[in-house]
């Protein structure tokens, strides 16, 4: 039980990886408070798993857009379980189009949501942790924002913005012993590649060396690597999780 007594904040957790990460944090003796913005039922099927696993979970609704929504949600959650030890921004969408094609309205939901979801969160938490002098943020990049991926120049620069995010706070918040780390998944099976098409699938296979998608779970064991002791010398630092896609 790494982190018995440890407190998980992360966004998104209803479904995917998030919700991967959740329950192997919480298998490691974490408590876990997510967010969720309209899959409630899903939300309270997770709280029940991890509850059933023995560990704590809380869920709440909040658009990871509105920035007064998640600053409730956080004091909230520090209300409930005394303190927030380590926070994961991993809420995130695609709205694929060529740019030539894309609506404003495309571009602006994806940034809100990947990259001003990612400050609203981790600003909304982060003097908890300069207070505490601990803690551990830990950033849902993409092998998009690395490679830059056709008709996703709006994930892609959210992506890319993800890692210069976790590169400069990593810088700043390092005295105050806070580390802050990113994990770059490449393609890896949840309800996001629902929206892909097949035949675009089979191509993506071809170009992965380990011949495969990815599982959220192979997500998930990075991250728990990076929260826990192990990792204590790594920060600012981006893991790719990509079967070997990004290989050049
Ligand atoms: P997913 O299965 O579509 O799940 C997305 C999660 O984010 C859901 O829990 C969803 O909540 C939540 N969410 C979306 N918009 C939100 C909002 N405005 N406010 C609060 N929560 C919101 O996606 P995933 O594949 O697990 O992706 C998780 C992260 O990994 C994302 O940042 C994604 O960009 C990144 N990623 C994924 C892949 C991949 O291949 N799957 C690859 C690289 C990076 P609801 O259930 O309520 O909608």
């Given at each position: 039980?790494?982190l018995?007594?440890k407190?998980v ?5 209803s479904?995917g990886?998030g ?9 490691a ?16 099927v997770l ?5 059933d696993?023995g ?9 990871i857009?509105?920035y007064?929504?998640v600053?409730s949600w956080v ?5 409930i ?16 189009k ?7 309205a495309?571009w ?5 949501t990947?990259?001003d979801?990612?400050f ?8 908890t942790?300069?207070?505490?002098k ?11 924002g690395?490679?830059?991926?056709p008709?996703q ?5 959210s992506k ?10 990593a810088?700043e918040v390092s005295?105050?012993n806070?580390?802050v ?5 490449g ?5 996001m590649l ?10 993506v296979l071809?170009?992965?060396?380990l011949?495969r ?5 192979e997500v998930?064991?990075a991250v728990?690597f990076?929260?826990?002791?192990d ?18």
């Open positions: 039980m790494v018995k007594d407190t904040i992360i966004s998104g957790a479904r990886i919700r991967a990460i959740a329950i192997e944090l919480a298998t003796g974490a408590n876990i408070s997510f967010n969720y913005l309209k899959s409630a039922d899903d939300a309270l709280e029940e798993e991890i509850k696993l560990g704590n979970a809380k869920s709440f609704q909040a658009d857009k509105d007064n929504a600053t004091d909230d959650t520090k209300k379980f005394g303190s927030i030890d380590i926070v994961i921004n991993n809420a995130g969408i695609i709205k694929d060529a740019l030539a094609l894309m609506e404003q495309d602006r939901d994806v940034i809100s990947n990259l979801g990612t609203n969160l981790t600003r909304a938490a982060i003097v942790l300069i207070k505490q601990s803690g551990v943020v830990i950033n849902v990049s993409s092998v998009s690395i490679v830059g991926m008709r120049t709006n994930y892609s620069a890319a913005g993800i890692i210069g995010f976790t590169k400069a706070l810088k005295a105050y806070i580390r780390n990113a994990v770059a998944p393609f890896i099976e949840t309800e629902d929206a892909l098409k097949e035949e675009y699938k089979k191509q071809k170009e992965i060396p011949m998608l990815g599982r959220p779970q998930a064991k728990k990076l929260v826990g002791d990792a204590s010398y790594i920060t600012g630092q981006t893991i790719v999780i990509d079967g070997g896609m990004s290989i050049v």
